[in-house]
């Protein structure tokens, strides 16, 4: 029996690539064979094949010896799944034309090689099907013996042989005299912001582990992203099929390596031998994972020029030169960038998805403590971690992250101290928009303008009154931990114990244990924020019993937010909607230090005077939900492009823990009367 890698080969040997439906025969130079995968391209547009794990194999009846087309090569070819009985020519290109306008993966090309099966019982297939297939460029035509009864020069007779259900749409074939190997195909984008680790893709050999691709443009100094075709979802009912998602490599998945931003890290660990259960339900849901998306190194909050292992990500706004943020930077500036990227998943401990989704206009989650499991990602702070999603329409936004969280992966309460979170569902909105005086006015009066435009447009369309206050106040002199007021400080503190000693535990203590242990006691090489935090690491003060206090400090603030600030009233899950600024001000943020000096910019994260504490740590603190939503856009003259560019505006909105699903339900309310808006990939959000 010949084996697969022998086809293979022979099909290499007799490689042929398409332009304009028709085969050209070529050197080797135009594929690239790897062990586990073959690139090609078709015009100007490369793709790759997994050649690891074929999708199936159709199986010619009564081959002939002199078959001209069973010669061993590898050829583009579509799959059309007719659901009539009768196919006729003029269905085909009703077919074909909703492929070519509605994929950025199919192109004629693919047509060189075509199989026509049906979902049909006793379909038909007329011969000006077979006529038209010819006519846009079919030199090959299958047809399922096991559907169409047909005898015809035209066509050649197969039968397909997998346990896998094939899809249609865009595959690799590989050919040999009796047999058609179909490859999952995919178009191969260059990651020009330079967002991603790596671009990633199914093993395909019933494992559940993903494949690295370990190739990239070298020309752009980009990564190279595998992206599958849209057409094998379009009969996939699953509420996430088809989506395309990158997920921040601090999360595990099965087959890759993990780097948390670090190249210590890397040498130290393995490769992942389960993916994390909250990345498996995207899985399960239907989404399709294309890569892992950089972060700041062990998701701190480190500026771009403090990055030491790693190029911080580039933002696409503006003169592209602004910064991306921090831990999450990766996908919300590919969110921001790509079309061909729907949601980019990533953590948010202190602010580490809202703010990057202000300075790049995207919306972007941290959900209530709890929402979902954790287990498969490095932790930063095990009781102030969360997950959330990025993406640029507000209502598919909402769909995504409202399918994604389940009470089934909810986190439970010895991790996050708190009481077991309930999640309503439901559209009475809250009553009152909360305004927080001390937050506000914006640095930039043109983006405060934009905000409360917004906010009175909100209100009018939801029935919301507008409560001015003054938060901090609230927070500096209530008896949140005790009579004395020195609640706030306290809760503070507890913040800090709980994050020193996770990321103790979790990241430092096994990394300077390993590295010592394989280097000569040697301190590992990481970033200069961890290598000061480690090295004056106090054991006596920051403890397992410090943590456990910390955590009961965390509960009770909770608590008492949940019943003096944001209350759950017998109309709403939430009495109000708080409002805050993430800490961009409206004005521009560079990734180059030197340019965020002076009044036209600024150093991100700036506590406005007479605020208590940054509007980013309200939620981590106290639990709640904050959604960052994208208002608009405002000038700046670019220190950099010396013209003037577009820099976005957002707000925070900020919920009850427990009060998502609400607050989603709300954004796409208003997105459907128009109040806020998708935005676009490139230079400017609107």
Known sequence: MVSWTQILINALALASVFEGGRASHVSLSNIYEAAEAVTYQLGDTTYLANAKSPQGTLTIINPKDNNPHAAGRIKALTVIIANETIVTAHYISVIISSYLANDDVFSAGFLGSVYITSSAPNASIQADALEYLSSVGAEIIFIDSSVFKIQSGRAILVQYTSAKILAPGPYTAVMSKDKVSLLDTYRLYPDT????????????????????????????????????????????????????????????????????????????????????????????????????????????????????????????????????????????????????????????????????????????????????????????????????????????????????????????????????????????????????????????????????????????????????????????????????????????????????????????????????????????????????????????????????????????????????????????????????????????????KALNEGPNATFLGRVPDGAAIPCSMICPIFGCADFTIPLGQVPYHSPVSNVTEQFPVSINMIVRRGCDFVLFNMVEKLAQAGVIRTVKTGKQAF
Not at 358 to 366: H, I, K, L, M, S
Not at 490 to 496: D, K, V, Y
């Open 193 to 592: 912001y330079r967002d991603f680790v790596t671009g990633i893709y199914p093993s395909n050999d019933g494992s559940g582990s993903f494949m690295p691709l370990q190739s990239m443009s070298s020309r752009l100094w980009a990564p190279l992203v595998p992206v599958p075709s849209r057409i094998q979802a379009w009969g996939d009912s699953r509420p996430l099929a088809g989506k395309r998602v990158a997920v921040k490599d601090i999360f595990d998945i099965k087959g890759l390596q993990t780097s948390a931003g670090s190249q210590a890290w890397i040498q130290t660990t393995s490769l992942a031998n389960r993916t994390a259960p909250a990345i498996q339900r995207l899985v399960d849901l239907g989404a399709v994972l294309v890569g892992k998306q950089k972060l700041a190194q062990f998701a701190s909050g480190a500026n771009p020029w403090d990055w030491t292992d790693g190029q911080a990500p580039f933002n696409p706004r503006g003169d592209e030169y602004l910064t991306c943020a921090a831990s999450t930077s990766g996908g919300a500036c590919s969110i921001a960038a790509y079309d061909w990227l729907d949601a980019a998943i990533g953590s948010d401990t202190g602010v580490s998805i809202r703010r990057p989704a202000a300075v790049t206009g995207t919306f972007g989650n941290r959900p209530s403590q709890g929402m979902i499991t954790l287990e498969g990602m490095l932790a930063q702070n095990w009781a102030q971690d969360t997950a959330g999603v990025l993406g640029r329409n507000p209502a598919e936004w909402a769909k995504f992250a409202k399918a994604w969280y389940t009470p089934e992966l909810h986190q439970p309460e010895s991790i996050t101290g708190l009481s077991p979170l309930s999640v309503q569902d439901t559209t009475t909105f809250p009553a009152q928009i909360l305004y927080p005086d001390e937050q506000f006015p914006l640095l930039n009066p043109a983006a405060q303008e934009i905000v409360d435009t917004v906010l009175s447009s909100i209100a009018n369309a939801l029935n919301m009154t507008i409560k001015h206050t003054n938060l901090s106040a609230t927070l500096v002199d209530a008896p949140i931990l005790s009579d004395k007021k020195d609640s706030l400080d306290r809760l503070l503190m507890a913040t800090a114990t709980l994050t020193y000693w996770s990321s103790h535990v979790a990241v430092a203590d096994p990394l300077m244990t390993e590295w010592g242990r394989r280097y000569e006691g040697r301190f590992p090489p990481v970033d200069p924020l961890w290598r000061k935090e480690w090295s004056q690491f106090n054991a006596s003060m920051i403890n397992q019993a410090a943590y456990d206090q910390a955590l009961r400090d965390k509960r009770k603030g909770v608590d008492w937010f949940e019943k003096n600030v944001l209350p759950e009233t017998p109309q709403s899950c939430s009495e109000s909607l708080l409002i805050c600024d993430i800490g961009t001000g409206g004005l521009p943020s560079f990734r180059e």
